[in-house]
C-alpha cells in the first residue's frame, strides 16, 4: 500500500521561506519519479516542481522558477520542496505525487498516487 505523508505546511509572511518534506513508503522509491503539486481554491492542480528517480531532472512550473528546488534523499525515502521568497499567490494546499516509473512529468495526470496535502499560506 503506497503512502505518501507531507509535512512542513503552515503560515510564513511573503517573502519568507518552508520546507515541505514528503515521506514515501510501499513502493520502490528509488525508482519511483516523485513530485510537487499545487491546488489554490477555485483552481485547477498545477505543477510546482517533480524530479526524476535519480534526482537528477527536474521540472517546474514557470511561476516558482528560481524559488522553488525539488530535491530527494533516497536513503530517507523522502523528497522536499525548498521555497523561498513566497508570495501571497503560492498560497494552496501542497501534495505530493509519486508514479510507476522513473521517469518525470511536468502533468499531473502522470501521476498516480498521491498524499493527503499540507496548506501553505503566505501572508502579505
Known amino acids: 500500500q503506497v503512502q505518501l505523508v507531507e509535512s512542513g505546511g503552515g503560515l510564513v509572511q511573503a517573502g519568507g521561506s518552508l520546507r515541505l518534506s514528503c515521506a514515501a513508503s510501499?513502493?520502490?522509491?528509488?525508482?519511483?519519479?516523485m513530485g510537487w503539486f499545487r491546488q489554490a481554491p477555485g483552481k485547477e492542480r498545477e505543477l510546482v516542481g517533480v524530479?526524476?528517480?535519480?534526482?537528477?531532472?527536474?521540472y517546474y512550473g514557470d511561476s516558482v522558477k528560481g524559488r522553488f528546488t525539488v530535491s530527494r534523499d533516497n536513503a530517507k525515502n523522502t523528497i522536499y520542496l525548498r521555497m523561498t521568497s513566497l508570495k501571497p499567490e503560492d498560497t494552496a494546499v501542497y501534495y505530493c505525487?509519486?508514479?510507476?516509473?522513473?521517469?518525470?512529468?511536468?502533468?499531473?495526470?502522470?501521476?498516480?498516487?498521491w498524499g493527503q496535502g499540507t496548506q501553505v499560506t503566505a501572508s502579505s
Open positions: 505525487a509519486s508514479r510507476t516509473g522513473g521517469t518525470a512529468y511536468s502533468s499531473a495526470t502522470m501521476y498516480n498516487y
Open positions: 510501499g513502493l520502490p522509491f528509488s525508482d519511483t519519479a
Open positions: 524530479i526524476d528517480w535519480s534526482g537528477d531532472i527536474t
